[in-house]
């Protein structure tokens, strides 16, 4: 690389905001963890609005963080993550 250092890339933070939403999650996050980018430089933040199906294990499997929002508002759920 003549003598030039590689451009680091920047970390990506993905904000998920999330409703018993475990159909379409998986395959999100299987797309997320694809990307042709260092594994350790992309944070996943699922924010789960009371979720009663699998949305959180899901979440978790894939290494994401997960934050909680009880108020049913998506926006919020934005909000939280960022």
């Given amino acids: 690389m003549n003598g030039t250092k590689a451009k680091e890339l920047p970390s990506i933070s993905v904000v998920i905001p999330v409703y018993n939403a475990e159909t ?3 395959p999100c996050l299987e797309s997320i963890r694809k990307q042709d980018c260092p594994q350790d430089q992309i944070e996943i933040l699922v ?3 009371d979720s009663s199906d ?3 294990e899901i979440a978790r499997s894939f290494g994401a963080t997960v934050l909680h929002n009880g108020n049913r ?6 909000s939280i993550g960022l």
């Fill in 24 to 26: 379409v999650l998986r």
């Fill in 47 to 49: 924010v789960d609005d």
């Fill in 54 to 56: 699998g949305s959180v």
């Fill in 73 to 78: 508002n998506i926006e919020m759920g934005k």
